[in-house]
């Protein structure tokens, strides 16, 4: 039995097959055929490689944490209906390359709603990656001497939406404001763009610097956009804990 159970083992690992527990996989089946012994075998294998490649997505997601729908406090936060989120949650604006901005001032929930979409959105499987503006300017600027910021610039074009976060929190130059536009227009009617940002657009030219480059940006933005505009106080500040 010892031989039969390193030979399968070994017969695994040269498949690239993941190892399993025999006695827990077949417990309590009995009279199994061959047919339904294989079919068993494989539906756990299946079951694995789904698991490993949801793990994978959610850590090449490099969401900062996982927010849910229902964590979110629509009785404190009344700028935004909650049918309107529930909406979304069901995807189908991702299938048609629609983005959303989510605007309004710190503490709001801005972050909260779209971190609860990119994780509804992973539990559907597809691919969502998260970035600060600040960081994927970054990204951008250092692509043609750094590998890791081309691939993952590369895995940002390839998701279905791509969370951008804290616009508007610093300006930029011009250099960069090309760069972010260059961005955009990228993934426009292509990839999806969850815009957060402290700034209504008729503040943006303020901190990307160029009228006309802002105007740019928006216009690729806003074409196929559901637009959340969100009041109110903080709820970090309104919900503070002390120390003691």
Not at 161 to 190: H, K
Not at 193 to 216: Q, R, V, Y
Request: overall charge positive; charged content about 25%.
């Amino acid at each position: 039995m010892t031989t039969s159970v390193d030979n399968i083992t070994a017969l695994l690992s040269a498949l690239r097959m993941s190892p399993v527990n025999f006695d827990n996989l077949y417990a309590n089946q009995n009279n199994l055929t061959p047919l339904q012994s294989v079919e068993i075998f494989l539906r756990e294998q299946q079951r694995i490689r789904i698991d490993k490649q949801n793990a994978l997505r959610r850590k090449r997601a490099n969401l900062p944490a996982e927010k849910k729908l229902k964590s979110f406090d629509f009785g404190f936060q009344r700028s935004v209906p909650k049918e309107q989120m529930l909406r979304l949650c069901d995807m189908t604006w991702v299938e048609q390359a629609y983005n959303i901005c989510f605007l309004g001032p710190p503490g709001v929930g801005k972050t909260h709603l779209a971190l609860a979409l990119a994780v509804e959105a992973l539990d559907k499987g597809y691919i969502v990656a998260f970035e600060t503006l600040d960081n994927l300017i970054k990204l951008l600027k250092t692509t043609e001497v750094s590998t890791i910021s081309k691939r993952r610039i590369s895995y940002l074009k390839k998701s279905a939406f791509v969370v951008i976060d804290e616009v508007g929190f610093m300006p930029l130059t011009s250099a960069e404001a090309n760069l972010f536009f260059g961005f955009v227009s990228s993934m426009d009617e292509r990839v999806s763009i969850i815009i957060t940002s402290n700034k209504g657009f008729d503040e943006w030219a303020d901190f990307l610097g160029d009228a006309t480059i802002t105007t740019a940006i928006l216009d690729r933005l806003i074409h196929h956009c559901e637009i959340i505009n969100m009041t109110g106080k903080s709820y970090r500040l309104e919900h503070r804990q002390s120390i003691t």
